[in-house]
């Protein structure tokens, strides 16, 4: 696994209806209403996010990696697969991201693993003054309190940690480098974290590539925590990292004036926004809610009748689309393919 076949999955799923830089609003979770539909469009939830601080001359390098290999094309502004691409997509791994629900906060979760492993290493040497490995000072005061009410000096608790680490760990499906990689990135009394470069010299792999693994093996790792009872210990250290409203807090707000039956130029006049924005919002909203009243802007006909037509030409693009249906908006044609699969 690596960025370049992250990318060609990804385009596989958008093939030719999007741009080259769509990969890359996708990886770092831009919270746009276009990138925002894309991942319900696409089915592309799993990777929303994972990079978030993802450079674009990385994003361009792996890009023009699958373009100098033949994988894809760029057909005017459009990315798609080339014959050679499709067929390669079934030699790619099977993802396990979950960057719809962390969106980049499962480093938090590591970075409170990370601290309260040094803190009871050191503790059960008799050392209570150390260098924390977590400058994030919100890290420090998570796990300050975790600590508080804790036998921390009984080495039984260092070990019912300990053991229930090994166990999430075994139980989550996490590949043998994945483990090896988590484990590195550990730091106890005696033994430090390998930096990434370390890593990359010992593993011989690309520094990107170790990041999106150990990624993924946080992304495997938190649903296993947070989904049983054996674990009690870790999932208090687990607390707040899956995002609890899928909604942005701008489309919150927008959404309570909703709910109270004001009409959309009226929540725009309130909260002193541009209409394109609250039409994101809406589109936010439907993307997130199944019971959203999407007949409350389009009929039930008209939704039939633009899917099937996107159906018919194999298209999501907008363009093609509001050629068909001149009478509809830009923001009725997104509603509706946001309803694509309830009506699908």
């Given at each position: 696994?690596?960025?370049?076949?992250?990318?060609?999955?990804?385009?596989?799923?958008?093939n030719?209806?999007?741009?080259?830089?769509?990969?890359?609003?996708?990886?770092?979770?831009?919270?746009?209403?276009?990138?925002?539909?894309?991942?319900?469009?696409?089915?592309?939830?799993?990777?929303?996010?994972?990079?978030?601080?993802?450079?674009?001359?990385?994003?361009?390098?792996?890009?023009?990696?699958?373009?100098?290999?033949?994988?894809?094309?760029?057909?005017?502004?459009?990315?798609?697969?080339?014959?050679?691409?499709?067929?390669?997509?079934?030699?790619?791994p099977?993802?396990?991201?979950?960057?719809?629900?962390?969106?980049?906060?499962?480093?938090?979760?590591?970075?409170?693993?990370?601290?309260?492993?040094?803190?009871?290493?050191?503790?059960?040497?008799?050392?209570?003054?150390?260098?924390?490995?977590?400058?994030?000072?919100?890290i420090?005061?998570?796990?300050?309190?975790?600590l508080?009410?804790?036998?921390?000096?009984?080495?039984?608790?260092?070990?019912?940690?300990?053991?229930?680490?090994?166990?999430?760990?075994?139980?989550?499906?996490?590949?043998?480098?994945q483990?090896?990689?988590?484990?590195?990135?550990?730091?106890?009394?005696?033994?430090?974290?390998?930096?990434?470069?370390q890593?990359?010299?010992?593993?011989?792999?690309?520094?990107?590539?170790?990041?999106?693994?150990?990624?993924?093996?946080?992304?495997?790792?938190?649903?296993?925590?947070?989904?049983?009872?054996e674990?009690?210990?870790?999932?208090?250290?687990?607390?707040?990292?899956?995002?609890?409203?899928?909604?942005?807090?701008?489309?919150?707000?927008?959404k309570?004036?909703f709910?109270?039956?004001?009409?959309?130029?009226?929540?725009?006049?309130?909260?002193?926004?541009?209409?394109?924005?609250?039409?994101?919002?809406?589109?936010?909203?439907?993307?997130?809610?199944?019971?959203?009243?999407?007949?409350?802007?389009?009929?039930?006909?008209?939704?039939?009748?633009?899917?099937?037509?996107?159906?018919?030409?194999?298209?999501?693009?907008?363009?093609?689309?509001?050629?068909?249906?001149?009478?509809?908006?830009?923001?009725?044609?997104?509603?509706?393919?946001?309803?694509?699969?309830?009506?699908?």
């Amino acid at each position: 696994m690596n960025l370049s076949s992250i990318l060609l999955f990804v385009i596989s799923k958008m093939n030719g209806q999007r741009t080259l830089n769509a990969g890359l609003h996708l990886l770092r979770g831009k919270k746009s209403g276009q990138t925002l539909t894309d991942v319900e469009y696409f089915n592309v939830k799993p990777f929303f996010a994972i990079l978030p601080k993802l450079e674009e001359t990385t994003y361009t390098k792996a890009i023009d990696k699958l373009l100098d290999s033949g994988l894809i094309i760029q057909d005017e502004k459009f990315i798609k697969l080339t014959e050679e691409g499709s067929k390669s997509i079934k030699d790619l791994p099977d993802f396990h991201f979950r960057g719809w629900d962390y969106r980049g906060r499962e480093m938090i979760f590591f970075g409170r693993i990370a601290l309260l492993v040094q803190t009871l290493s050191y503790v059960r040497k008799g050392e209570f003054s150390f260098n924390p490995i977590q400058k994030d000072r919100d890290i420090q005061i998570f796990v300050k309190r975790f600590l508080e009410r804790q036998p921390i000096i009984d080495p039984g608790f260092a070990k019912q940690i300990g053991d229930e680490l090994k166990k999430a760990v075994l139980k989550s499906g996490m590949s043998d480098i994945q483990k090896y990689i988590f484990v590195c990135r550990l730091t106890g009394k005696t033994e430090t974290a390998k930096t990434w470069d370390q890593l990359s010299s010992e593993l011989e792999m690309g520094t990107e590539a170790l990041r999106l693994q150990f990624i993924e093996s946080l992304h495997r790792l938190l649903p296993i925590v947070e989904d049983s009872d054996e674990f009690s210990f870790l999932n208090k250290i687990a607390f707040g990292i899956k995002v609890h409203s899928y909604l942005t807090d701008s489309a919150m707000h927008t959404k309570r004036l909703f709910d109270q039956g004001h009409s959309m130029a009226s929540i725009a006049s309130i909260r002193k926004l541009k209409m394109s924005t609250i039409e994101d919002h809406i589109i936010e909203m439907a993307m997130n809610d199944k019971r959203f009243p999407v007949t409350h802007f389009v009929s039930e006909e008209l939704i039939h009748a633009v899917v099937s037509k996107s159906l018919e030409l194999g298209t999501k693009r907008l363009k093609l689309l509001k050629d068909e249906f001149e009478t509809l908006s830009y923001f009725e044609l997104r509603l509706i393919l946001t309803a694509y699969k309830e009506v699908e």
